[in-house]
């Protein structure tokens, strides 16, 4: 009889993964536009109801939005310095 | 009415000239003209001409990466325009470090980005890109690399008067005329790079080129027009400046990268001729619906079915485009889908059909009409922009980026993103937004408020949440951009260098194929994942093994035979008139394998050759 260890780590990646991955976003995304919807009496919290440092920006979900932007272009300006910089 | 005909007049005139310019060129003074125009165009400029270097592809790459920068700075001001219709204080807080705009001056900025600087930035690119690799090279490459930056900083400067008080009311023209002249002013060296390329190239222009250098000369055209706009009010002005901007500009170049891309990509001429000829001629001379924003509010009855009936034909060359675009990438749809750029294309191409037919009845009726489609039409732009057209300009800068950057882009997988990423965006958007538009229509109707008041009963903001719905998927676009962006950059430095690309197979080399009998092609081979030391077995009779390279040294005889063929016939000259049914360009290659003057007019040629 085989023994397995008690912690398995597989090191596959299923194609079919990526889309429980994606599906999991959508149904994320979609609790989130709906939250007002389904509890009209709460708001859904902000970036600025959740991190102190944000709190002057309001309470709109804008801006998680404009925060993943600005990572996004971070992350260019990241790619670009890293890529001048690489020594290879 | 005068006025309208005098615009007219001075539009077509102006494309009959570049035409005429293009086949002809201006006689005993073309040298001189094509000397002062390099001369302008390069030394002229002094030292910034020195700060970009004149190789193939250059202009190109730059025009390519503004564009795409200019893409995200786009769609990112086209998502918060969108959520601020839903909450028009989400960024309220920003009001505490001077930013405040209103809905007009977030308008303004959107369209100002969204088509002077995402569209027409990567369209120029991409046509840049696809005039060099048509005619082996740009005239100059440093002037066009030097354009991208002078038109990325005109539109930065646009951005910061479009949140000033100085917008007008003009859709999709909100800035002062005179700043559209600057414009005009980048695109004149652009147009006579690409009026130089293509009169110094021996072949004659083919389609996609005639699109390109005539939608450069329909920009060229708008700055000067559009200062008639000073002496006040006109809209019949503004409306055919609207659609000059989206049919003969935006469309035409469009269609042009189009025209080129899918058959290089999958390796096949186009479908028809005829078809492609079509989809030129009529592009010019129709009046596209794209634009439906822009409306006159009263003509006479005369001038309303003429523009009616012109806007209906419009129809007939975006056939004529889709059909012919489609029937060639018909059979190669593997080809197709292992080419993110080319699908991206080929999708923005068939969009154009249920966008442009749309805007063409609310055009039909915002002219002089009850204009009962307006609150669709700004959907409907925005539609073009970013589905068909910017999906073709995408896709473009997705195919052709490579070319000009010598190396793949990055990664397969941030193509495939976004490619998915950018049509889902926009198709939800499309969804969400046309049904805001709809209820938004509906509520703001005659009665309809004092019926609900009446009935006691309170309308659902359904609207607003499908708004946010809408705002919320056109994010796609905004991170779609963002990984092209980033896939462009990391390729300039990582990608696999293009030649050696082409050379190996995607896969793992088989070592041996069977070919069955019938007829197949090196490229066939090659997708198949053949390699140079793979044996092919031939299933004939006889049998027997041959690999790659005996098959290139083979094509290479067969080559040497065709041209030994060509040039014992070349000694052969037809009767004169033969000679006379004869194209010029064949001529001139027949006056060269005979080592005579090959310069002059036809008749010049013909009668060398008969004498």
């Known amino acids: ?88 | 009415m005068n006025g309208i005909a005098l615009t007219l007049l001075s539009f077509y005139g102006w494309l009959l000239l570049v035409r005429f310019l293009a086949i002809r060129g201006l006689g005993p003074f073309s040298s001189f003209t094509r000397d002062m125009s390099k001369f302008m165009l390069g030394k002229a400029l002094g030292p910034a001409n020195e700060l970009f270097q004149n190789r193939p592809g250059s202009a190109g790459r730059t025009w390519l990466l503004h564009g795409v920068m200019w893409f995200i700075i786009a769609s990112t001001l086209t998502f918060t325009t969108l959520w601020r219709t839903h909450e028009p204080d989400a960024l309220a807080s920003l009001g505490s470090i001077g930013y405040a705009p209103t809905d007009a001056h977030s308008i303004a900025a959107m369209h100002l980005a969204s088509v002077f600087g995402a569209l027409s930035m990567t369209l120029i690119g991409a046509g840049l890109l696809v005039q060099s690799r048509l005619s082996g090279s740009l005239a100059s490459e440093s002037n066009g690399a030097l354009m991208a930056w002078a038109w990325s900083a005109t539109t930065f400067v646009g951005l910061i008067i479009a949140h000033t008080s100085l917008i007008g009311e003009v859709a999709w023209f909100e800035l002062p005329p005179v700043y559209y002249l600057v414009f005009s002013l980048i695109a004149l060296p652009l147009f006579i790079n690409h009026l130089l390329t293509v009169t110094e190239d021996e072949v004659p222009p083919v389609v996609p080129q005639w699109f390109l250098v005539l939608g450069i000369a329909s920009l060229v055209w708008t700055g000067p027009a559009g200062l008639l706009l000073l002496q006040g009010e006109n809209q019949l002005l503004a409306w055919w400046m609207l659609k000059v901007v989206f049919g003969c500009w935006l469309l035409a170049t469009a269609l042009g990268i189009a025209h080129h891309v899918v058959p290089a990509a999958l390796g096949r001429p186009l479908w028809s001729r005829s078809l492609s000829t079509v989809a030129l001629v009529g592009t010019f001379l129709t009046v596209t619906p794209l634009g439906a924003s822009g409306g006159v509010a009263e003509a006479g009855e005369f001038l309303q079915a003429m523009v009616g009936i012109f806007l209906a034909l419009s129809l007939l060359p975006l056939i004529a485009a889709v059909a012919n675009l489609s029937a060639t990438a018909s059979g190669g749809w593997q080809e197709l889908s292992s080419s993110h750029g080319a699908s991206m294309t080929m999708v923005g191409v068939v969009l154009l059909i249920p966008v442009a037919l749309t805007s063409l009845f609310a055009s039909v009726s915002a002219f002089g009409g009850g204009n009962e489609l307006s609150h669709i039409a700004g959907t409907l732009d925005m539609l073009a922009i970013w589905a068909a057209l910017g999906l073709i300009a995408l896709g473009g800068a997705h195919c052709l980026f490579p070319h000009a950057s010598g190396r793949q882009l990055f990664s397969r997988s941030k193509s495939r993103w976004t490619f998915w990423l950018i049509i889902v965006g926009v198709s939800g958007f499309a969804v969400g937004q046309l049904i805001v538009d709809h209820v938004d229509a509906t509520l703001a109707g005659e009665g309809v408020a004092e019926a609900l008041e009446a009935a006691e009963v309170t309308a659902p903001d359904l609207a607003g949440s499908i708004a946010l719905f809408a705002a919320v998927m056109f994010y796609g676009v905004v991170v779609g951009s963002i990984l092209l962006m980033q896939n462009m950059i990391m390729g300039i430095f990582r990608g696999t260098p293009v030649g050696d690309e082409l050379a190996m197979p995607a896969g793992p080399t088989p070592v041996r194929h069977t070919l069955t009998s019938g007829m197949t092609s090196i490229r066939r081979l090659l997708s198949a994942g053949v390699g140079v030391d793979t044996d092919i077995v031939v299933g004939d009779d006889d049998g027997g093994r041959l690999s790659l390279a005996d098959l290139a040294s083979q094509a290479d005889e067969v080559t040497d035979d065709v041209e030994e063929e060509v040039d014992e016939e070349a000694v052969e000259i037809p009767d004169a008139h033969s000679l006379n049914r004869m194209r010029k360009p064949e001529l001139v290659d027949l006056a060269s394998s005979l080592g005579k003057e090959s310069s002059g007019t036809k008749a010049d040629i013909i009668a060398r050759l008969v004498a």
């Open chain 1, 1 to 88: 009889m085989t023994v397995l260890p008690e912690v398995t780590q597989g090191g596959d990646e299923p194609a079919s993964s990526r889309v429980i991955l994606t599906l999991a976003g959508v149904a994320a995304l979609a609790f989130m536009v709906m939250f007002s919807v389904l509890y009209p009496e709460q708001q859904f919290p902000g970036l600025g109801d959740i991190l102190p440092l944000f709190s002057e920006l309001g309470g709109s979900l804008i801006w998680f939005f404009i925060l993943g932007v600005l990572l996004g272009v971070g992350m260019l300006f990241a790619t670009l310095l890293g890529e001048l910089v690489a020594d290879d």
